[in-house]
């Protein structure tokens, strides 16, 4: 069975920074590309950052390019977010997600989210 | 950026009664066309990918439709479950990107 468990959210000040973990089992990690989508409170869904298999490609949304980092450790089964500069505008539900096949980015598979609260 | 527009932004239905949700992709983006759903305090989960395939596990009375650039998701015959809010999303290139949602709501 697919599980994606992020963990690392909380309550953090304007500017400072925050580094959301994903730990992926029941699959091969290292054949998938992974991505981080958010949903701010009572709002719909937003794709934040993708990352292939290999880390070779990297995408971004234009609301967190600069800010935020995507990695990955295949050894560790784990993906993260390093967030950096963090506005009010960031505060959300961030769920890792996997997509169905290898290659295809139709989000078959997501965790319960790690909420993420900016606010001073 | 690929610009998915999403409608009704609410609908209330009867039980029973069809409900159709449509999509319309801001350029030519094929089949890379995905219907999600997602429940109250739950993570969102896959009905509909390729446009037109259903995802497994997933009910037959949820259908998906292409007419060039507009998509539909359809539930031919709506049941209390199936109450919640659904997304679409393009899956042609990056950024991926949602519809705004719909929320479905039982009359």
């Known amino acids: 069975e697919v599980q994606l468990v992020e963990s690392g959210g909380g309550l953090v000040q304007p500017g400072r920074s925050l580094k959301l973990s994903c730990v992926a089992s029941g699959f091969t990690f290292s054949n998938y590309g992974m991505n981080w989508i958010r949903q701010a409170p009572g709002k719909g869904l937003e794709w934040v950052a993708y990352?292939?298999?290999?880390?070779?490609?990297?995408y971004y949304a234009e609301t967190v390019k600069g800010r935020f980092t995507i990695s990955r450790d295949n050894a560790k089964n784990t993906l993260y977010l390093q967030m950096t500069s963090l506005r009010s505008e960031d505060t959300a539900l961030y769920y890792c997600?996997?997509?169905?096949?290898?290659?295809?980015?139709?989000?078959?598979?997501w965790g319960q989210g790690t909420l993420v609260t900016v606010s001073s | 950026d690929i610009q998915m527009t999403q409608s009704p932004a609410s609908l209330s239905a009867s039980l029973e009664e069809i409900v159709t949700i449509t999509c319309q992709a801001s350029?030519?983006?094929?089949?890379?066309l995905a219907w999600y759903q997602q429940k109250p305090g739950k993570s969102p989960q896959l009905l509909i990918y390729?446009?037109?395939s259903l995802a497994d596990g997933v009910p037959s009375r949820f259908s998906g439709s292409r007419s060039g650039t507009q998509y539909s998701l359809k539930i031919s015959r709506l049941q209390v479950e199936d109450i919640g809010i659904y997304y679409c999303?393009?899956?042609?290139?990056?950024?991926?990107?949602f519809g705004g949602g719909t929320k479905l709501e039982l009359k």
């Open positions: 997600a996997r997509g169905l096949y290898p290659g295809y980015n139709w989000f078959a598979y």
């Open positions: 390729g446009a037109t």
């Open positions: 999303q393009q899956a042609s290139s990056a950024p991926w990107t």
């Open positions: 990352i292939s298999s290999g880390s070779s490609y990297i």
């Open positions: 350029q030519d983006i094929g089949n890379w």
